[in-house]
């Protein structure tokens, strides 16, 4: 089965940058998901790594390790609307199309 | 475009009651899945469904039905409503292959008493 582990809670200061750690175990790789969740919203689709490195996208980025089971989501330059809840979550293996998610990282964004 | 939609958004039930959620897409969408998200539980799948005519169960299907008549609709119904049911509800599709993104509903918030 999919095991997904994430911080439960993230402070940050408007300005900065912060990382979001995921680390995942699951018998078959078939890459990972990031999504972003304002309270009160649905989950909104950030970004899809399914091979090793640093995939870029504005402020936002997303790195994944294959052989560690290891992503992070790395936000720079924050703004007050960042503060959001990040999930994470992968392809269930054998599971068609279905997606695991994490519990997800609750981000505070301060002034 | 509307995309996906869900309804109601947010209800207050008796316990017993029946109650079907609805969900809606108009992005054609083969595959859709229906979740409930609990603080600290995260996002749970309830039941799936990859193609109009099929179903199947997720995590969390007790207590639950799906049927899938056509590509568009998703309803998901509780026989009879028990307070551990009290979450909110994410109804999701996305295209056919499994590096597709899923995109979701805007929620219903459920309450049984």
């Known amino acids: 089965g999919q095991n997904i582990d994430q911080p439960t809670e993230m402070t940050a200061t408007e300005g900065a940058i912060v990382q979001i750690n995921c680390t995942y175990q699951?018998?078959?790789?078939?890459?990972l998901f990031w999504y972003q969740q304002h309270a009160g919203e649905a989950p909104t689709f950030l970004s899809y790594?399914?091979?090793?490195g640093l995939e870029e996208k504005g402020r936002f980025s997303s790195f994944l390790s294959r052989s560690k089971g290891y992503s992070y989501l790395l936000l720079k330059e924050l703004q007050m609307k960042d503060s959001a809840s990040y999930l994470c979550?992968?392809?269930?293996?054998?599971?068609?199309?279905?997606?695991?998610f994490g519990t997800g990282t609750q981000l505070k964004v301060e002034l | 475009i509307a995309g996906i939609t869900q309804a109601p958004t947010s209800q207050i039930l008796a316990a017993g009651r029946r109650m079907t959620l609805r969900c809606t897409q108009d992005?054609?969408?083969?595959?859709m899945y229906w979740y409930r998200q609990d603080l600290g539980l995260g996002l749970r799948l309830i039941h799936y469904s990859n193609t109009a005519g099929t179903t199947g169960k997720g995590e969390v299907p007790d207590g639950y039905s799906v049927s899938r008549a056509n590509t568009d609709d998703f309803p998901l119904t509780l026989a009879s409503a028990v307070p551990s049911q009290t979450s909110v509800y994410f109804c999701?599709?996305?295209?056919?292959?499994?590096?597709?993104?899923?995109?979701f509903g805007p929620g219903t918030r459920l309450t049984v008493l």
């Open positions: 699951t018998s078959g790789f078939n890459g």
């Open positions: 992005m054609r969408h083969n595959a």
């Open positions: 790594n399914v091979l090793d």
């Open positions: 979550a992968v392809p269930v293996t054998g599971g068609g199309n279905k997606l695991t």
């Open positions: 999701a599709s996305k295209p056919d292959t499994s590096t597709d993104t899923q995109y």
